[in-house]
């Protein structure tokens, strides 16, 4: 393995691609690109999440020292500190971790593909859409928790097909199209889901709601064992198509000419990135506006534009545990949905995206 020289940069129309180090390996038949500050990202939003993560395992009703905490998770803690730890606390801080990286790789692969900052995966109805074949399958089939994720992750791929389907065309206004249908989806969807749940009995509907909300409060190793066992094998897919997504962003014409096999590529990136957001809303309820802010927050600080899938994963994942404590804390002797916490943070967020953008066009 050796590395070659700085590549100098390159631009796609709009932005300018800040320069790497390509690593070629095997003879120069493989060929990574590097960039120090996206790694320099990576690590400092890893170690937050670490940070953020011992706090949620030590601080609580029950307090528990940090001493006694890596003694729980080396299996050498006391009854009650250990049940604490390894049964309600670690359960929920791996289940936002695993949630949030799912729900900022999605976010990221929507807006580079659709090439429009609101194409996130709970703005364009694919979360909607999960939401609601959860609720079909809990109100009319009264099915349990796996069958519940089933008809969640089955509702979201076929939302993201019929949106597809809609706003399927050539030219710029692609990503435009697929916002506009995707709210409209959305939002039919979302009556459907309000009549579903009039129909229900009142212990169905109270089920139903708390799970519309979008809540860790209850989750168990039994949430969260699916959930990593589906990232496990979606998570590396998403890297490996994500490498295409640069091209994809200079035009399908552009792409298809330097031998892009460009359907085949938005068909996987769709796929995957779909089945992400479904599988987070199966696990744990539709969490609005992650998926919308961490690509915008990450871009930020590694100051390159693109897909950066694996920041934009970072980055959902220190949002959801940060989101997840303060709902903790934020009132006393109250737990609050952290969908709820990210629906105040994301709308006030999405108010300031859409200023910002009118404020630059003026």
């Keep these: 393995m ?23 390996l095997h003879g120069g038949r493989v060929s990574l690109r590097w960039q120090p500050r996206t790694t320099i990202v990576c690590l400092l939003l890893a170690t937050a999440c670490l940070m953020v993560g011992a706090l949620a395992l030590t601080t609580g009703t029950y307090h528990v020292p ?43 692969v929507f807006q580079s593909m ?27 089939f009264h099915g349990g928790p796996y069958a519940t994720a089933v008809a969640a992750v089955a509702g979201g791929l076929a939302t993201a097909l019929i949106v597809g389907l809609l706003s399927a065309g050539r030219g710029s206004a692609v990503g435009y199209r697929l916002v506009l249908v995707g709210i409209g989806i959305s939002a039919m969807l979302t009556s459907l889901t309000a009549w579903l749940l009039t129909r229900a009995s009142l212990y169905e509907a109270q089920d139903a709601q708390i ?101 934009a994963g970072f980055m959902g994942a220190l949002l959801l545990i940060g989101s997840d404590f303060a709902a903790q804390r934020v009132l006393p002797e109250t737990e609050l949905p952290v969908g709820a916490m990210t629906g105040v943070l994301g709308g006030l967020y999405l108010c300031r995206l859409l200023v910002g953008r009118r404020a630059s066009r003026a």
């Design 2 to 24: 050796k590395p070659s020289t700085s590549i100098p940069p390159r631009t796609d129309g709009c932005h300018t691609v800040l320069p790497g180090r390509v690593l070629r």
């Design 114 to 140: 659709s090439r429009n900052p609101l194409g996130s995966p709970d703005i364009v109805g694919f979360t909607s859409g999960a939401a609601t074949g959860a609720v079909l399958q809990i109100v009319l």
């Design 211 to 311: 799970w519309l909300i979008g809540s860790l409060n209850s989750v168990t190793w039994s949430v969260v064992t699916p959930l990593a066992v589906a990232l496990a094998v979606l998570v590396p897919v998403t890297v490996l198509a994500s490498r295409s997504l640069g091209w994809l962003e200079l035009g399908e014409d552009t792409a298809r000419g330097l031998g892009v096999p460009v359907g085949r590529a938005r068909l996987v990136l769709a796929v995957v990135a779909t089945a992400l957001a479904a599988a987070t809303t199966a696990a744990v309820g539709p969490i609005a506006f992650v998926a919308l802010a961490a690509p915008h927050l990450c871009r930020r600080l590694v100051r390159s534009p693109g897909a950066l899938v694996v920041p």
């Design 66 to 108: 940090l001493s006694n905490v890596v003694a729980c998770l080396l299996g050498h803690g006391s009854g009650a500190d250990t049940f604490i730890v390894m049964s309600l606390r670690l359960p929920r801080l791996v289940c936002a971790m695993l949630a949030g990286t799912a729900l900022g790789m999605s976010g990221a």
